[in-house]
């Protein structure tokens, strides 16, 4: 079975511009979680699709943003990019929801400038 | 954002020896906890998890003790190899109306040859 697959791998945008990231789930995994992970932040959560739908958000603004396809594909947009969105994000799937075992993704290294 | 954990965030263990990597749980609600492991350039790997019901567990070479008096629990690695060295987080998930997973904020373990 093929892992959580997240593109592109590297990203380097300027303040400002907006930003997609994608990913895709493990096969028959319908949840998918979005994270960023900061040097000493650890992981923060983003927000949480389940068919489609957001089930959970964490607390970040309004510039971020996400939606889940009907194949469980998902993405995140982050509009008007700030210094301190540079990050790792990260994606992982679970079968039916965050509260269980995550696979995550290598993530998405995004650095703005 | 939430966190759970002590804050330890680098551990130094001689190869061959035992490792034990602690976290402090905030919440009396969780039911149930993950340790995952996240070496440089990947996502987090689920290592072991246990539920509420439960003190103890052991996996392969790691066992994970739970204390839910104090609201903590450790991740213990047996003979510890250089591969093991990672960064590694502890996470709670909350039961409310939704899953929430609250990550620790890491323990980078360093293994010396």
């Known amino acids: 079975k093929a892992g959580v697959t997240q593109t592109p791998r590297y990203l380097i945008k300027t303040r400002g511009q907006q930003v997609t990231l994608s990913c895709s789930p493990i096969?028959?995994?319908?949840?998918v979680s979005w994270y960023q992970q900061t040097p000493g932040q650890g992981l923060q959560f983003l927000f949480e699709?389940?068919?489609?739908?957001?089930?959970n958000k964490g607390n970040f603004p309004g510039r971020f943003s996400g939606r889940q396809f009907s194949n469980s594909r998902s993405e995140m947009n982050v509009s008007t990019l700030e210094l301190g969105d540079s990050a790792l994000y990260l994606c992982?799937?679970?079968?039916?929801?965050?509260?269980?075992?995550?696979?995550f993704g290598s993530g998405t290294q995004l650095s703005v400038l | 954002g939430e966190n759970v954990g002590l804050h330890l965030p680098t551990l130094s263990v001689q190869e061959g020896d035992n490792s034990i990597i602690n976290c402090a749980y905030s919440?009396?609600?969780?039911?149930?906890f993950i340790w995952y492991k996240q070496e440089s350039g990947k996502g987090p790997q689920f290592i072991i998890d246990?539920?509420?019901?439960?003190d103890k567990r052991q996996g392969q070479r790691v066992t994970v003790l739970l204390n839910k008096t104090v609201k903590h629990l450790s991740l213990q690695i047996a003979a510890t190899q250089p591969g093991d060295s990672a960064v590694y987080f502890c996470?709670?998930?909350?039961?409310?109306?939704?899953?929430?997973?609250?990550f620790g904020p890491g323990t980078s373990l360093s293994v010396i040859p």
């Open positions: 992982a799937s679970s079968l039916e929801g965050s509260g269980e075992k995550l696979f």
């Open positions: 096969s028959g995994h319908r949840s």
């Open positions: 699709y389940f068919s489609e739908t957001q089930r």
């Open positions: 919440n009396s609600a969780s039911d149930y």
């Open positions: 246990i539920r509420s019901n439960m």
């Open positions: 996470a709670e998930v909350v039961k409310t109306s939704y899953d929430k997973v609250i």
